[in-house]
C-alpha cells in the first residue's frame, strides 16, 4: 500500500517528482561536491587518490594522473551537462545500421564495451544534471539494442553502443565495427571495462580493433564502488601494463568511474569536454 502510494506521488510532473528531480540534480553537482570534506571530494573528482594510498611505492602513478584539470575547467564543463532553453541536451535518434545513423557535424564520443559493463549507466550519470534526458539501463545484459545519439546542444554528440559478449555478439560485428570505421566526426571512443573483473578475453578484441583502426580510444574501468580494493588494484596494474606494452592509440590514462555514487564523472566530463574541443583548459599542461 505504502509503495502504491509513493509510486503514485513520485509520478512525473507531481510535486514530489519534482523534489526528488531537484536532490538527484544536486547530488550530480560539483557545487554540492564542494561542500563535501576535502578527502571525500577529492576521491569524488579523482577516485585514483583513493587507490593510489594502497599502490607500492615503486609502482608509476604518473599515468595516471596525466588529466587533472582544475575545479574551475571542472565547473566550465559541468555547464555543457546542464540543459537550457538554448542549450537541449536531447535523446536525437537509433540506428540499428549505419546508413540509417544520423548525419551529424558536430564532434562525436561513443561507449562501447561488454554487455552490461555499464555504458548506458555511465551516460546517464553524465547527464544527471539533466534528468529529463531518458537513458535507459537494465540489469539485463544485451539491453542496447541499437546506436543510440545524444545531442549535447550545438557542443557535442554521445553514442550509446549496444555491447559485446553475452547475447549480443552479432550486434558489434554489425554495428560497432562499421560505426568506428566509417564515423568521420568520431573523435574519442571510451572503451569500458568492469573495474571487479579486469580486462576479459572480449575486452582485449575490442582493443585490438582500436588499435588496427588507430581511433583514438580511453579506458573507462566501471564499477568502482563495487570493486574489492585488492581485486581493483590487481585489475588496474594489468590494465597498466597492457597500456604500456600494447597500444599506440590509447589514452594512457584509464578514467576510474561509478555511475551511482557519481565517482570519476565530474572528471570524464571535463574530458569529454576538452576532446571535443568545447572547452579551453585554463592549464594547458594538464592536457
Ligand atoms: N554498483 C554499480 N552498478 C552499476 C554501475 N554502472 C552500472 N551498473 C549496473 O549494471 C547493470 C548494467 O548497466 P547498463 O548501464 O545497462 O549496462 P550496459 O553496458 O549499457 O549494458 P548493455 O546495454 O546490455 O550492453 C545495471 O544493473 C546497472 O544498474 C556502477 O557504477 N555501480
Ligand atoms: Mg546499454
Known amino acids: 500500500m505504502f509503495c502504491k502510494l509513493l509510486r503514485l506521488r513520485l509520478q512525473p510532473g507531481s510535486p514530489v517528482h519534482a523534489v526528488a528531480q531537484r536532490s538527484i540534480h544536486k547530488l550530480a553537482s560539483l557545487q554540492k561536491a564542494t561542500a563535501l570534506p576535502p578527502k571525500k571530494m577529492q576521491s569524488l573528482l579523482f577516485p585514483f587518490s583513493e587507490v593510489e594510498a594502497y599502490l607500492d611505492r615503486s609502482v608509476d602513478r604518473t599515468q595516471f594522473q596525466l588529466f587533472h584539470p582544475s575545479l574551475e575547467d571542472m565547473l566550465m564543463a559541468e555547464k555543457l551537462f546542464c540543459a537550457s532553453e538554448s542549450h537541449k541536451i536531447e535523446y ?9 545513423a544520423p548525419a551529424l557535424k558536430q564532434p562525436e564520443v561513443c561507449f562501447i564495451g561488454r554487455s552490461n559493463v555499464g555504458k548506458s549507466s555511465l551516460i546517464k550519470a553524465l547527464f544527471s544534471l539533466s534528468p529529463e534526458v531518458e537513458v535507459r539501463v537494465s540489469k539485463t545484459p544485451g539491453h542496447t539494442k541499437k546506436m543510440n545519439f545524444f545531442r549535447v546542444g550545438r557542443a557535442f554528440t554521445m553514442v550509446d553502443m549496444p555491447g559485446y559478449g553475452h547475447r549480443a555478439p552479432r550486434d558489434f560485428v554489425d554495428m560497432v565495427e562499421p560505426y568506428l570505421h566509417t564515423r568521420k566526426n568520431l573523435v574519442r571512443t571510451f572503451l569500458l571495462v568492469d573495474g571487479s573483473v579486469g580486462l576479459q578475453k572480449a575486452d582485449l578484441i575490442a582493443l585490438e580493433m582500436c588499435e588496427e583502426l588507430r581511433c583514438p580510444y580511453v579506458m573507462v574501468v566501471t564499477k568502482i564502488d563495487k570493486c574489492k580494493h585488492g581485486a581493483l588494484l590487481t585489475n588496474l596494474l594489468n590494465l597498466q ?10 589514452f594512457p590514462q584509464p578514467f576510474l568511474i561509478s555511475s551511482v555514487h ?17 572547452i579551453r583548459l585554463k592549464d594547458t599542461s594538464q592536457s
Open 92 to 100: 536525437s535518434s537509433s540506428a540499428e545500421r549505419m546508413d540509417h
Open 241 to 250: 601494463h597492457v597500456l604500456k606494452t600494447e597500444t599506440s592509440s590509447c
Open 262 to 278: 557519481y565517482l570519476g564523472i565530474y572528471l570524464l566530463r571535463c574530458f569529454i569536454a576538452h576532446v571535443t574541443g568545447s
